[in-house]
Nanobody, 126 residues
């Protein structure tokens, strides 16, 4: 059974940094597309960043460009999201997700992902 578990969220002041982690267990394939999404109440889930498990090609949403970095530890099977220069508008619940192949055309479509974690809350105060 595939299980994703996020950690690393918390409360920080604007300009601060956080690193989110997502431990993946039970997934027996080297191929996949992993991503971080975020959601605030009343809004759609937004793609923050994605990365292919093979090759490591990464993608970023407009909100994350130049401030966030997605990476993955292949040995430990942990997905990371380094978030720098956080802003109050980054406040959201952050989720990691896994999309087994075949892949769609766009990494940031939530319904393309089969597996999700429970989420970790990030709160940024001004």
């Amino acid at each position: 059974q595939v299980h994703l578990e996020e950690s690393g969220g918390g409360s920080v002041q604007a300009g601060g940094s956080l690193r989110l982690s997502c431990v993946v267990s039970g997934y027996g394939d080297d191929r996949g597309l992993m991503a971080w999404f975020r959601q605030v109440p009343g809004k759609e889930r937004e793609g923050v960043a994605g990365i292919y498990m093979i090759g490591g090609a990464s993608f970023y949403g407009k909100s994350a460009a130049a401030r966030f970095t997605i990476s993955r530890d292949e040995v430990k099977n942990i997905l990371y999201l380094q978030m720098n220069n956080l802003k109050p508008e980054d406040t959201a619940m952050y989720y990691c997700a896994l999309n087994p192949p075949p892949f769609g055309d766009t990494w940031s479509i939530p319904h393309e992902y089969d597996y999700w974690g429970q989420g970790t809350q990030v709160t940024v105060s001004s």
